[in-house]
């Protein structure tokens, strides 16, 4: 199925499709498994269809981009930069567990007025008693010492979830998982193998953002029915090419969430402002569903952490990249014809 649409001349479309995801299609963040009808089970779009010349031309792109980030970062300007994000970001430093409580107990609050939701509003369920673990575990988010009993609710109601849909399709709500062993090391003042609990947040973040930029890719039907509604999210761009753009961009965005300080704070706020925007146009629907991730993003871009720089982590941060895609891709395609029996090419 295609998109009718103007098209430009492919080396213009592909640099300004990048620049648009970036600045003025946060409604391509919209998850649209709450908004669309979508099919799990159904045989994703073949290998040879994806990588193609655009997608290569897009994932160049993005090597790009992370070596200028990379560079810029080592410059009087990344200082510059850097110094004034410390400055801008600074309550929010400060209480970065505040946030994550007051906003993750909003969420279950949330979930509890809907009703009938497990944990995303695709997720729904008839199991009445749920909601009421919903609030017990926003009531958890009052006191530091019961944060652990909301953790291992979150974790019940993931597990609640896989069981009902499958590990497949909870493979795009890693985000919860890392809330909740954020939860408890920070409750505890401990670190997960050297990891600060903000890192596993980063971590699971940029693992559920990855996967959700290959579901991009392998099910770009899925969204044809929102540019129908909603033509100006596309921007004239053919929607076929807009989901590829729209995938490479999220993709990198969310590897630099693994990258050096001033990329992934950077990474963070454009990510956060995308997930913002589309709230405006899918309404307290998206907001409720993204609070977890939006929070992270906010978290992420204030924590002023310093690591020496190196030109060694510029030098790997592409084979890092193009090793991460190549990785998410294969699982994403190798499970569904594990659990499916799809055909990957």
Not at 163 to 182: E, K, M, T
Not at 208 to 218: D, G, I, P, R, Y
Not at 229 to 247: I, L, N, R, S, W
Request: aromatic letters at 12%; one cysteine or more; hydrophobic letters at 55%.
């Amino acid at each position: 199925m295609r998109i009718p649409s103007a098209r430009l001349p492919r080396p213009a479309a592909w640099t300004a499709a990048v620049c648009l995801s970036l600045t003025g299609a946060g409604a391509a963040e919209a998850h649209v498994k709450w908004f669309c009808a979508y099919d799990v089970v159904g045989a994703p779009r073949g290998l040879e269809t994806v990588l193609c010349d655009d997608f290569e031309k897009l994932a160049a792109l993005s090597v790009l981009a992370l070596v200028v980030g990379g560079l810029l970062e080592g410059t009087v300007l990344g200082a510059a930069l850097t110094r004034s994000l410390d400055r801008v970001t600074g309550w929010a430093r400060a209480n970065t567990e505040l946030l994550f409580r007051a906003v993750c107990g909003g969420f279950f609050v949330a979930l509890w007025s809907l009703g009938g939701v497990i944990l995303t509003p695709e997720l729904t369920t008839t199991n009445a008693a749920l909601p009421w673990l919903q609030l017990a575990i926003a009531a958890g988010f009052l006191w530091r010492t019961t944060l652990p009993f909301s953790a291992a609710g979150i974790v019940a109601l993931f597990a609640i979830a896989a069981s009902q849909y499958g590990a497949f399709h909870l493979a795009d709500y890693p985000i919860f998982l890392g809330v909740a062993v954020y939860l408890v090391l920070t409750t505890f003042q401990r670190k997960l193998f050297g990891l600060r609990p903000l890192d596993v947040v980063r971590y699971a973040a940029a693992i559920t953002l990855m996967w959700a930029s290959v579901e991009k890719w392998a099910y770009p039907q899925w969204t044809f029915p929102l540019f129908l509604e909603h033509p100006a999210m596309t921007m004239g761009f053919d929607g076929e090419y807009f989901m590829k753009a729209a995938g490479a961009v999220e993709f990198v965005l969310a590897f630099a969430l693994v990258c050096t300080p001033l990329i992934r704070r950077i990474a963070a706020i454009l990510l956060g402002a995308a997930f913002v925007s589309a709230i405006f146009q899918f309404g307290k629907i998206d907001a409720i569903g993204h609070a977890p991730i939006i929070v992270a993003m906010v978290a992420i871009a204030a924590d002023d952490v310093a690591v020496p720089q190196r030109l060694r982590r510029l030098v790997t941060m592409p084979v890092g990249y193009a090793t991460a895609l190549a990785c998410f891709i294969g699982l994403y395609y190798g499970a569904h014809a594990a659990l499916y029996g799809s055909a990957i090419l």
